[in-house]
């Protein structure tokens, strides 16, 4: 298995471009996260999405959208980069019963220029 | 909602020796406390973690304490080895309609010394 696959790995924007960063799951789980970390910080949830077609704020949500219309699948859009989104992206799914642990992906750096 | 604080920031020890991180959380319905280690360029992997209802939990090299009343727990790293060397992160969370929702601390870098 894969498990969580994020893509691009890296990537440089200009001011006011846009972006979507992809992540896909293999594992079939139904909770899957958007998490944001900027340098020597913990992670900040983003987006979170419970099962296809329901997705809910986290912590720091502006400035991004998500949706969700597979299970697999839990892209995050950036509508209008600003250098503040400059931080490393990570995605993360799990079971979603009690206690279960969440599985993350290797992270997009991305940069805002 | 919750917060969760990590001491130290920064953690340097000799190869063999053991390695003490400490978080505390401010939610008392919080139940889940996982551990996860971060590799340069990788996402965090977890490590361990422990429920409320248990107050140690142990695997090999890692263990794990909670203190429920004082809100706070701690991992334990013995005959620390190179390749321990990572960012360690705690989190807390309590499972609700989000899953379990987590709350990180912000991280401790660990340097084993050969």
């Known amino acids: 298995n894969a498990g969580v696959t994020q893509t691009p790995k890296f990537r440089i924007l200009k001011i006011g471009q846009s972006m979507t960063l992809q992540c896909t799951q293999d594992m079939n789980h139904n909770y899957m996260y958007w998490y944001r970390q900027d340098p020597g910080m913990g992670l900040k949830l983003i987006y979170y999405s419970v099962g296809a077609g329901i997705t809910d704020k986290g912590e720091v949500p502006n400035g991004y959208n998500v949706s969700r219309s597979t299970t697999e699948d839990f892209p995050l859009r950036l509508e209008l980069a600003a250098p503040s989104q400059t931080s490393v992206y990570f995605c993360?799914?799990?079971?979603?019963?009690?206690?279960?642990?969440?599985?993350f992906g290797d992270g997009t750096r991305l940069s805002i220029l | 909602g919750e917060n969760v604080e990590q001491h130290p920031s920064t953690l340097s020890v000799q190869e063999g020796d053991s390695a003490v991180i400490k978080c505390t959380y401010s939610?008392?319905?919080?139940?889940?406390f996982p551990w996860y280690k971060q590799e340069l360029g990788k996402g965090p992997q977890l490590i361990i973690d422990i429920r409320s209802n248990v107050g140690e939990k142990k695997d090999q090299r890692i263990a794990v304490t909670l203190n429920k009343t004082a809100k706070h727990f701690s991992l334990h790293i013995t005959e620390t080895q190179p390749e321990d060397s990572a960012v360690y992160f705690c989190?807390?969370?309590?499972?609700?309609?989000?899953?379990?929702?987590?709350?990180f601390g912000g991280g401790t870098r660990v340097l084993v010394k050969p």
């Open positions: 993360a799914s799990s079971q979603g019963q009690l206690n279960q642990p969440q599985h």
């Open positions: 989190a807390a969370t309590s499972f609700g309609a989000a899953g379990n929702k987590l709350t």
């Open positions: 939610d008392s319905a919080s139940n889940y």
